[in-house]
T-cell receptor, first 114, second 112 residues
Framework: NAGVTQTPKFQVLKTGQSMTLQCAQD?????MYWYRQDPGMGLRLIYY???????DKGEVPNGYNVSRLNKREFSLRLESAAPSQTSVYFC?????????????FGPGTRLLVL | RKEVEQDPGPFNVPEGATVAFNCTYS??????FFWYRQDCRKEPKLLMS???SGNEDGRFTAQLNRASQYISLLIRDSKLSDSATYLC?????????????FGTGTSLTVIP
């Protein structure tokens, strides 16, 4: 049981390049999330998917697209990377326990855009 | 105004001390509340959920005051291993699903 896995762990891009961050979970959770974490800003929600086949914008969606490929996988795409997208990206999945959903995070992807 | 606000610290306390962190949230419709722990360069991990009645897990006690929109975490008998950043998290439910809002975190260093 690997939990939430993310690839790659590190990436350096040049401005204008594109890339896809991969996320997979093996806990059979319905909800999945993408966050970015910047110094002094806390984690901010980029996109989320409440269930397979649905995706919705979070707090900071501009410059990103997502795909909920199946129940296990939720990818984040940067079509044209900008230096402002330099950040640590965390994927999470959510376990429902009645009205409370607990999030489990992947190890993160550290992205540097030059 | 930020959805969740925390004192960033840092809090530097000796082993065995008791330390308390506070957090306020702006949306009174928020429905569930959590404390997460994040070690340096690692992912956040759930420490505990926070209930209106208050809840305790070993040395950790969490309290929620809905009227004041205030959440607290108390750590008793601090250990070196408690050194980390503690994130206050608030959940708001929308028709499209849950949205979680994170505070910027409070840094704790426990000193031998």
């Amino acid at each position: 049981n690997a939990g939430v896995t993310q690839t790659p762990k590190f990436q350096v891009l040049k401005t204008g390049q594109s890339m896809t961050l991969q996320c997979a979970q093996d806990m059979n959770h319905n909800s999945m999330y993408w966050y970015r974490q910047d110094p002094g800003m806390g984690l901010r929600l980029i996109y989320y998917s409440a269930s397979e086949g649905t995706t919705d914008k979070g707090e900071v969606p501009n410059g990103y697209n997502v795909s909920r490929l199946n129940k296990r996988e939720f990818s984040l795409r940067l079509e044209s990377a900008a230096p402002s997208q330099t950040s640590v990206y965390f994927c999470a999945s959510g376990k429902d326990r009645g009205l409370i959903e607990t999030q489990y995070f992947g190890p993160g992807t550290r992205l540097l855009v030059l | 105004r930020k959805e969740v606000e925390q004192d960033p610290g840092p809090f530097n306390v000796p082993e065995g001390a008791t330390v308390a962190f506070n957090c306020t949230y702006s949306n009174s419709a928020s429905q569930s509340f959590f404390w997460y722990r994040q070690d340096c360069r690692k992912e956040p991990k759930l420490l505990m959920s926070v209930y209106s009645s208050g809840n305790e897990d070993g040395r950790f006690t969490a309290q929620l005051n809905r009227a004041s929109q205030y959440i607290s975490l108390l750590i008793r008998d601090s250990k070196l291993s408690d050194s980390a950043t503690y994130l206050c998290v608030v959940n708001q439910y929308a028709d499209t699903g849950n949205q979680f809002y994170f505070g910027t975190g409070t840094s704790l260093t426990v000193i031998p």
